[in-house]
């Protein structure tokens, strides 16, 4: 989780692939995705990795930790239940190369909010905090 996603249109594009195909790659099991509602998000670093592009240069930031508080208003307890299972398992997509990431949730009932605690390098931040505002819009 260190690096920016792609639609499947946008992998498509930069394999110069069909959509279709792209899909394909990603129901067999050849190209690694995380699946946001009824679409895919294909990792950088994932999808340079499919196409033999070599790695680029090693992050100058490397060690460097941020932490992220989010604050998500009108709540249910069902949907705050299922943000936190998919915040979860987004979070466990990276692989072996992946820096620590802690995240921690918690429902106020009362307020009706989630508050969400990311802590890990500032990439991953952006990346999780993009999966984030992309599954708060297929909910809304």
Do not use: W
């Not at 690096?3 to 790659?25: C, D, I, M, N």
């Amino acid at each position: 989780m260190s690096s920016a996603l792609f639609t499947v249109e946008q992998a498509a594009e930069r394999l110069k692939l069909h959509p279709k195909t792209v899909l394909r790659y990603i129901r067999n099991g050849q190209l690694p995705a995380t699946r946001i509602g009824k679409s895919y998000r294909i990792d950088r670093t994932r999808l340079d990795e499919f196409a033999g592009v070599a790695g680029g240069q090693p992050d100058a930031a490397e060690g460097v930790r941020t932490t992220c508080i989010v604050d998500i208003p009108r709540m249910t307890p069902e949907r705050a239940e299922r943000m936190a299972a998919f915040l979860s398992s987004a979070a466990m997509a990276g692989g072996g190369k992946t820096p620590p990431l802690h995240l921690s949730t918690a429902f106020d009932p009362l307020a009706e909010s989630l508050k969400i605690v990311v802590i890990c390098s500032p990439s991953d931040a952006a990346k999780l905090l993009e999966m984030l505002q992309l599954q708060l819009g297929a909910q809304a």
